[in-house]
């Protein structure tokens, strides 16, 4: 039924549940993984002169924590038979960037997490599940992590 699934990551806990839950359904449909992580390569935009080193700076850390993230991926799914691809993606919007990599990789499942935020909270961080539930075209898992607030 699925062949590739695609899982964005953050190193959070409740993404490495999203693994987890995609890992048992790759084996089940004997399905591929590809394990993303989005970055925004530009965070600091017209912030003044020191932009250029900032920039810098920032796109080291982000792609060294992107890199620890997708590691993690890689350790958890070693040895389960199932062939994992990663990928550092840049997007200005995380979403967007879940969902330009789904159609890249002809991914036909979204498996991701959920914060489980509401209220203030969700409105002002804003919903990524809810948005690649909202603009995906092919079907979206979302599991509950951890850190799911009650």
């Given at each position: 039924m699925f062949k590739?699934?695609?899982v964005p990551v953050d190193g959070s806990p409740t993404s490495l549940s999203a693994v987890g839950t995609a890992a048992a359904m790759a084996a089940a449909f004997g399905a591929s993984i590809t394990a993303i992580y989005v970055i925004d390569p530009y965070p600091?935009?017209?912030?003044g002169a020191d932009f250029a080193y900032g920039q810098d700076q920032y796109l080291k850390a982000a792609h060294a924590e992107a890199?620890?993230?997708l590691g993690a991926?890689?350790?958890?799914?070693?040895g389960s038979g199932t062939v994992v691809n990663t990928r550092i993606i840049e997007s200005?919007?995380?979403?967007?960037g879940i969902l330009d990599a789904a159609e890249?990789?002809?991914?036909?499942?979204?498996?991701?997490?959920s914060h489980g935020r509401r209220g203030l909270e969700k409105?002002?961080?804003?919903?990524?599940a809810q948005r690649v539930l909202t603009n995906a075209k092919v079907p979206v898992l979302?599991?509950?992590?951890a850190e799911k607030l009650d």
């Open positions: 590739n699934i695609l600091f935009t017209g912030v890199d620890s993230a991926v890689t350790k958890r799914l070693d200005h919007t995380p979403w967007r890249e990789a002809k991914a036909d499942l979204i498996v991701m997490g409105l002002v961080l804003g919903s990524v979302v599991v509950q992590g």
